[in-house]
């Protein structure tokens, strides 16, 4: 079965830090953009951060810029998501997602399944 598996979700308090990843199973997304988005309670599904295959270009939305980074590791087909200064307001369910070309799509060809990131006051 071809999935996207993220880890790294959990409890923060406000301030802290947590570093999501994503690997690939079942079949390979190396050559793939691939990205993050998260989804609040009552809220759409919305555009974090994304890195081209190769790693040389990278984009966020305005509310993470100066905090998240992305990167990706090619030979373990996985990438990353670092998250820094987080904020209540970033509380979510953050999906990987990889898709075939640049840049990612609001709906790329493969999702994982989610992780919950929580950031408490």
């Known amino acids: 079965q071809v999935q996207l598996v993220e880890s790294g979700g959990g409890l923060v308090q406000a301030g802290g830090s947590l570093r999501l990843s994503c690997a690939a199973s079942g079949r390979t997304f190396m050559s793939y953009a691939k990205g993050w988005f998260r989804q609040a309670p009552g809220k759409e599904r919305e555009f974090v951060a994304a890195i081209s295959w190769t790693g040389d270009i990278t984009d966020f939305s305005d509310s993470v810029k100066g905090r998240f980074t992305i990167s990706r590791d090619n030979a373990r087909d996985t990438v990353y998501l670092q998250m820094n200064s987080l904020k209540v307001e970033d509380t979510a369910v953050y999906y990987c997602?990889?898709?075939?070309?640049?840049?990612?799509?609001?709906?790329?060809?493969?999702w994982g399944q989610g992780t919950q990131v929580t950031v408490s006051s």
């Open positions: 997602a990889a898709h075939p070309f640049w840049p990612i799509p609001k709906r790329p060809g493969y």
